[in-house]
């Protein structure tokens, strides 16, 4: 069965874009990242959360780094990983992924990146959105899909993020 895995202080370290803080800090906020999860029983999605505070300026996007990655077992490679946006934060203040939806394949945790969940937001508002650390923010839900007969690839994952175009 697939399942979330967090990556290493140093994979995250090296993506989450936060500049001259110590390590120390920088490693008990990761540390307190929560892993993704159901809001509740019935939910679809498993929510993932801030892994630090963040003021969301008006017009400004940001690549936040989960510090988690989606594991699936090679006969499990019929699924995939979708990641939306948590619906209340649209609605509430217009957040939104440029990319709409982020895809998550599922060899994408055989990646150099260690498959690192890497969600890129967006406030096209005019006011700044103040999200705190463990705050649900995108939410993954697993999707069986499948390729069509003479569609399908053999070629091997190696990159990371947008290595296959």
Not at 2 to 15: G, Q
Not at 90 to 118: M, Q, S, W
Not at 130 to 136: M, V
């Amino acid at each position: 069965m697939s399942h979330f895995e967090k990556v290493s202080f140093e994979r995250w370290k090296a993506d989450c874009g936060v500049k001259g803080l110590p390590d120390s800090e920088l490693r008990s906020w990761f540390d307190a990242i929560k892993p993704p999860h159901q809001a509740t029983a019935g939910s679809a999605g498993c929510d993932f959360c801030m892994p630090f505070n963040l003021a969301f300026e008006p017009g400004s996007k940001m690549k936040i780094a989960t510090g988690y990655r989606w594991v699936t077992a090679p006969e499990e490679r019929d699924r995939v990983l979708l990641i939306v946006p948590r619906s209340s934060l649209g609605f509430k203040y217009g957040l939104r992924l440029p990319n709409t939806v982020g895809v998550i394949d599922a060899d994408y945790c055989d990646a150099d990146n260690e498959g690192h969940i890497l969600v890129c937001f967006e406030n096209p508002s005019d006011q700044r959105v103040n999200l705190k650390a463990g705050t649900p923010f995108v939410q993954g839900i697993i999707v069986k899909y499948e390729i069509p007969e003479g569609a399908g690839s053999d070629d091997i994952r190696t990159g990371g993020f947008g290595s296959t175009d």
